[in-house]
């Protein structure tokens, strides 16, 4: 009797070896398998997220520069892909405000808000008549670091007041624009007008032959003067003399600029 208990225990105590080995290797076996799960899960949706992130910031970039003309659309996205900034001009005459918060440097705080890095931004003014510009080093100056896009005020209400004529206004800005792509041939010039002033009988005719001149040699033109008043009112976003606008036009100068480089 005592033999037959001695067998029943030793095989009782390798039923429990034999049971509990299979339940850790069962518990262990799915570890394993969770593990591995998690792991295969991480691998394949960490570089999905980074893949997104990336498509969201080009296709932002591409929205907001929507309305820009398309080769200087394309050389934004090269530069973009290659690392590098897309270098912008703004320049004219001292209707940029460059010194005392104009809409040029207001301007190019909005583009840097909005494009960040990817751009370069800088401000070149001169009290000059297109003319002088171009044929001195001042042209040579501005471009030196051979911009991606000019946006340029060429002098137009300073010609008006010196003699300079639309001829040569026009002959002016073909020879800056020759400088340009001398420099960087994958540039692009972008025209715009000075602020319209009050009482001005040839100078509103000189701004209508720089647009026409423009959509003849395939410039952008930027005609912000479809946005100031067309009345009295005018005086309350000019200064006393008008030579430059004062806060006021600077703000609505400024805002029709941004809404054609940033699209929203």
Not at 66 to 91: C, G, H, M, Q
Request: glycine letters at 4%; aromatic letters at 10%; one cysteine or more.
């Amino acid at each position: 009797m005592k033999h037959f208990l001695l067998v029943i225990l030793a095989l009782a105590c390798g039923a429990v070896l034999i049971l509990g080995n299979l339940y850790w290797q069962d518990r262990t076996g799915q570890t394993k398998e969770n593990t591995k799960v998690e792991s295969k899960s991480m691998s394949t949706e960490a570089p999905k997220d980074i893949e997104k992130k990336e498509d969201q910031k080009e296709e932002k970039e591409k929205d907001i520069s929507t309305n820009w003309p398309d080769n200087a659309k394309d050389l934004y996205k090269k530069r973009v892909e290659d690392e590098e900034a897309f270098k912008i001009s703004i320049i004219g005459s001292p209707a940029l405000g460059a010194s005392e918060g104009g809409w040029a440097p207001q301007l190019k705080e909005t583009l840097l808000s909005a494009y960040g890095d990817s751009v370069q931004v800088k401000i070149d003014e001169w009290n000059t008549t297109s003319v002088e510009f171009v044929n001195s080093s001042d042209a040579d100056d501005a471009l030196k670091e051979a911009p991606d896009l000019v946006l340029w005020e060429p002098f137009t209400l300073v010609d008006n007041s010196n003699g300079v004529g639309p001829i040569q206004n026009h002959e002016s800005i073909l020879i800056f624009d020759r400088k340009l792509h001398e420099a960087n041939e994958e540039a692009t010039l972008i025209l715009q007008p000075p602020h319209p002033i009050e009482n001005a009988t040839y100078y509103p005719l000189n701004v209508d032959e720089l647009k026409a001149f423009a959509q003849e040699e395939g410039f952008t033109y930027l005609d912000h003067w479809s946005e100031w008043p067309k009345d009295d009112s005018l005086s309350e976003y000019l200064i006393d003399s008008q030579d430059t606008p004062n806060a006021k036009g600077y703000t609505l100068w400024k805002n029709y600029l941004a809404d054609y480089f940033i699209e929203d």
